[in-house]
C-alpha cells in the first residue's frame, strides 16, 4: 500500500465526540483495503507533550499529524496514518497518534482512560510521552495503567488482577518511554547509566507495607508486569521555548544536533524492533483484522461493556472461518468447473477428481480458520463439499443419460425408420432385425464418453423396443412355434442378465460413494489434527514465554526484596554495633 496513494494524511480512526467514541468510517475502508501484516505504534501522553512531533517522524513527513502551538489539545479521539514499512516492503505501519490526555477542557477523564486502554489493546509498540524526568509527579499522571484491569478483560469469564497478569502479558504490546525536555545526567552513584537502566532504576517497587508504599508500587508494578518488554529514550528540547510553535517548518540544522541524533535513535529503533501485530495463537493481524478489532473494541465501550480480548478474537474468528468456508468452496467449484468434463467415463474418475480438489479445500480452510470452536465452521464445509460432491454426481448421470439419449437416437433412427417401413415385416426379417440390432449396438458402445449411464440407457431403449420386435418374431414365417419360443426365452434371458448386471453395476456406485464419505472424513481428520497439533506447540510456546517473563519478573522482585532486606540488616547491625562499642574513657589532669 503507498501511502502516497492511498493515505497521503492521517484521518480520524477512533472519533471522540461529547465523550462518546465512535469509529470512522472511512478509517476502516482504508484498513479493509491493507492485506498486509501490519506494525501497529499508538503513542499516548499529556497534552502538548509533542506527541505528534515524533509520529510525523515515524511517517517520514515534517507535516500530517495536528501538532498545534498552543494550551489546547488539537488531537481528538484517535488518528490514524497508514505509511509502507520502510524497513519491511512486505508489511505496513499502521501509525496511531490520540488525544492528549488530562486536557483541562474535558472535565473528566473517563474519555482519556478508555482512549489509552485502546491505544493499549490496538497497538504492538506503545509509546507513553511524557515531559522531564520519571519521578513521582510522572508516575502519578501515569494512572490509567493502574486501571487497565478495571476496563479490559483477558477473557470473558475471568476477573483480573495486577498480581495475576499473564493473561495481560500474553497480547500487551512492548513499552516505550519517551521523555522530553530531558535535563539530567545519566548517572548512579557518579557512575554513567543507559536509559534503559534509568528507567529499571525508576521501576524499582519501594520495600515497605504503608499505604503510602502502595500507592507508590502501584503503577510501578503495573508497568513491570503488563508491559515486560520495555524501552526508554530521552530527548533533549529541541528549540527555544519560543520556536516550539514552528517546530514543523524548521529544517533539522535549525535542531539541536543532539534532538536530531536522538529523534533518529527513536524512529531506527521502532522500525527494527516493532513487531507485526499480533494475538494469540501467533495470529498475525493485517488491516481487515485490524478492522474488526476497532469495531469490536469500541461497540463494547459504547454498550457500557469492558473490551474483552478473548471476544474479540472470537468475533474475529466468527468472521474469517465463515469467510474461509467461502473461500474454501469458491477454490472447490473454480477447480472442479476447470478441470471436469462430464460425464465421465466411470463414477471413479470423478471422485478421484473430487477427492484431490476436496483435500485443496480443506487445506485452504484449515491455514485461514482459527478458533473454531467444536469444529462448527469445518462441518459446515464438510456439508457443503458433500452437497457438491454429490450435485455433480447427479450432473453426471444426467450428462451421460443425455449424451446416450442421444447416441442412440441417431444411431438407431436408421432402424426405427426401416421398421416403419415395414422392410423387416416378411419372411426371414427377425433375423435380419437381430442382426441389425448387433451391429448398431456394436456401433453404440464404440463411442467414447458416454459415461456411467452408458448400458443402463442401452437396456432401456432396447426395452422400449421390446413390443415391436416380439411383434415382428412372430409374424415371421420362416420360424417353427419351438424357435419363437426359445428366442422368447433367450430375450428374457438376456433381460434378466443385464437388470443383474445394472444391479451389480448400482451396487458399486454406492460402495464408491461410502468409501469416498470415509475418506473425505479421515481427509478432514488428518488435516484438523495436523492443525491441532501445531496449535497446541504454538499454545505451549505462549505459555512457555509467559512463564518465562513470570519467573523473571518474580526473581528481580526477590532480588530487589533480598537487596532491600541486607540494607535494613546493614543499617540494623550498624546500629547495633554503635550501641555497643564501650564508652571512651576521659583523661583527667590531677
Known sequence: MASETHMPSPVCLIENVNKNLKVNQEA???????????????????????????????????????????????????????????????????????????DV?????????????????LSSTFVYNSMGTINQQAMDQLHYVTELTERIRANSSAVSEVEDSADFVSFFP????????????????????????????????????????????????????????????IFDRPVHRKKLGQLEA???DCLDPDFVQQVAVFCSFIFSHSKIKTLSGDLKVNGPRLENLVLTYVNAISSGDL?????????????????????????????????????????????????????????????????????????????????????????????????????????????????KQGIYSKPGGYRLLLHKTQEL??????????????????????MSK??????????????????????????????AQASAKMLEE?????????????????EHVKQLTEKMEKDRAQLLQDQDRVLAIKLQEQAQLLKEGFQNESKRLEAEIATLRNRMQPPRKRCTIS
Open 250 to 252: 524548521l529544517h533539522d
Open 174 to 233: 512492548d513499552f516505550v518511554w519517551t521523555l522530553r525536555d530531558f535535563s539530567l545526567d545519566l548517572e548512579v552513584n557518579g557512575q554513567p547509566i543507559t536509559a534503559d537502566q534509568y528507567l529499571e532504576n525508576s521501576l524499582k517497587l519501594s520495600p515497605g507495607n504503608s499505604q503510602k508504599d502502595k500507592n507508590y508500587n502501584l503503577p510501578r508494578l503495573c508497568i513491570r508486569k503488563f508491559f515486560p518488554r520495555k524501552k526508554c529514550f
Open 307 to 419: 473490551p474483552c480480548m478473548e471476544n474479540a478474537i472470537l468475533a474475529l474468528a466468527q468472521i474469517e472461518n465463515s469467510a474461509a468456508v467461502q473461500m474454501a468452496i469458491a477454490h472447490y467449484d473454480e477447480q472442479m468447473g476447470r478441470k471436469v468434463q462430464l460425464p465421465t467415463e466411470t463414477l471413479k474418475e470423478l471422485l478421484d477428481l473430487h477427492r484431490v480438489v476436496e483435500k485443496e479445500a480443506i487445506q485452504l480452510f484449515i491455514k485461514s480458520s482459527f478458533k473454531d470452536i467444536d469444529h462448527l465452521f469445518q462441518k459446515k464445509l464438510a456439508e457443503q463439499l458433500e452437497k457438491r460432491r454429490d450435485d455433480y454426481c447427479k450432473q453426471n448421470l444426467r450428462a451421460s443419460s443425455d449424451r446416450c439419449s442421444a447416441l442412440l437416437q441417431d444411431i438407431f433412427s436408421c432402424l426405427e425408420e426401416e421398421v
Open 28 to 102: 476502516l475502508k482504508i484498513l479493509a483495503a491493507i492485506k498486509q501484516p501490519v506494525v501497529v505504534v499508538a503513542i499516548v501522553g499529556l497534552y502538548r507533550t509533542g506527541k505528534s512531533y515524533l509520529m510525523n517522524k515515524l511517517a517520514g513527513k515534517k507535516k500530517g499529524f495536528s501538532l498545534g502551538s498552543t494550551v489546547q489539545s488539537h488531537t481528538k479521539g484517535i488518528w490514524m496514518w497508514c505509511v509502507p514499512h520502510p524497513l519491511k516492503p512486505t508489511q505496513t505501519l499502521v501509525l496511531l497518534d490520540t488525544e492528549g490526555l488530562g
Open 506 to 522: 448400482m451396487q458399486i456406485k454406492n460402495q464408491q460413494l461410502m468409501e469416498q464419505k470415509e475418506k473425505s472424513y479421515q
Open 105 to 121: 477542557e474535558k472535565g473528566d477523564n473517563q474519555n482519556d482512560a478508555w482512549i489509552f486502554a485502546l491505544a493499549v489493546l
Open 466 to 495: 421390446e413390443s415391436m420386435m416380439d411383434s415382428i418374431l412372430q409374424t415371421d414365417q420362416t420360424l417353427t412355434e419351438k424357435e419363437k419360443e426359445i428366442e422368447v426365452e433367450r430375450v428374457k434371458t438376456e433381460s
Open 441 to 462: 449396438k456394436k456401433k453404440y458402445l464404440e463411442q467414447p464418453r458416454k459415461g456411467i449411464q452408458a448400458e443402463e440407457t442401452l437396456q432401456k431403449y432396447l
